[in-house]
């Protein structure tokens, strides 16, 4: 008959790591008779304690995944004075690392978990942008942390892109002379609005490659002087009557127009920019 064990997996944060590893290693026996149970954010002494007053020796054996020495210590001392086994997965790892490093660990809880919040507060930026893209859905204005405005090829979307990576919520509305600016841009907070502007032969250069690409003649009325001018008027009067800043991407990368944007709503909001 298969003896019953049960592997306890404690952290002081999620415990992804510790179940992971009890599996893998529970799976590498012919038995099905065993148990993982989890106790993760384990804060104080108390939880860890209770935790060995359950385990039963012969039976159990705890894992755990902590970066706090005192937790760390006491795990091992109740461990070894109720003769259960302890593995410690964090320290063998760490202490490798420092010695080819040079210097200590934070020894800080929940840092993984925090680099993931990270990414997917990026991934839902990223979403976004793309959602409420060149003026797909005017809704998307109140739920933006920046709102970028400009006539076609002022290099609205790739700013929405890399700012999006940047964990920003962005949207970007064309201005069209013939198209009624949405009645969200004029609620929404001047400081969070930001109007793109470009010289008009950079325009003219930009739109006839792309219509080229598109395999349209040059000649359309889309790459025209006269075309390109009414539209930066009606852009230029659009922003002056939202009061926002102004930005001329005209001889600017992607990147320093947005390190630009980003300084801006540094100033304007601070640590609370989101």
Do not use: W
């Not at 709503?265 to 640590?271: A, H, I, L, R, S």
């Amino acid at each position: 008959m298969n003896k019953r064990l049960t592997l306890y997996v404690l952290s002081d944060s999620i415990g992804e790591t510790g179940e992971l590893i009890a599996r893998a290693a529970a799976k590498q026996f012919i038995t099905e008779s065993y148990e993982i149970r989890k106790y993760p954010f384990l804060s104080d002494e108390k939880e860890i304690k209770e935790v060995f007053a359950e385990a039963v020796p012969g039976e159990s054996i705890i894992i755990y995944t902590t970066v706090l020495l005192n937790m760390k210590e006491l795990i091992d001392s109740l461990g070894e004075a109720k003769n259960i086994p302890t593995i410690d997965v964090m320290s063998p790892p760490m202490k490798s690392i420092e010695s080819i490093l040079g210097y200590a660990p934070k020894r800080e809880a929940g840092l993984i978990r925090r680099i993931d919040e990270n990414y997917f507060k990026k991934v839902e930026a990223v979403e976004f942008a793309v959602k409420y893209d060149d003026g797909k859905d005017p809704r998307g204005i109140e739920k933006a942390d920046i709102c970028l405005i400009g006539i076609s090829r002022t290099s609205k979307t790739p700013l929405s892109m890399y700012l999006a990576h940047k964990n920003f919520k962005v949207v970007n509305v064309p201005l069209v002379p013939e198209i009624s600016v949405p009645d969200e841009l004029y609620k929404k907070d001047r400081r969070r609005i930001i109007g793109l502007v470009a010289d008009p032969k950079k325009l003219i250069e930009i739109r006839t490659e792309r219509l080229k690409a598109l395999g349209l003649k040059n000649s359309a009325n889309y790459a025209s002087v006269e075309r390109i001018q009414k539209e930066l008027e009606y852009s230029m009067e659009i922003m002056m009557n939202v009061n926002c800043e102004i930005i001329d991407v005209s001889s600017k990368a992607i990147e320093e127009t947005a390190s630009i944007i980003i300084e801006h709503m540094e100033n304007q909001f601070g640590d609370k920019m989101f």
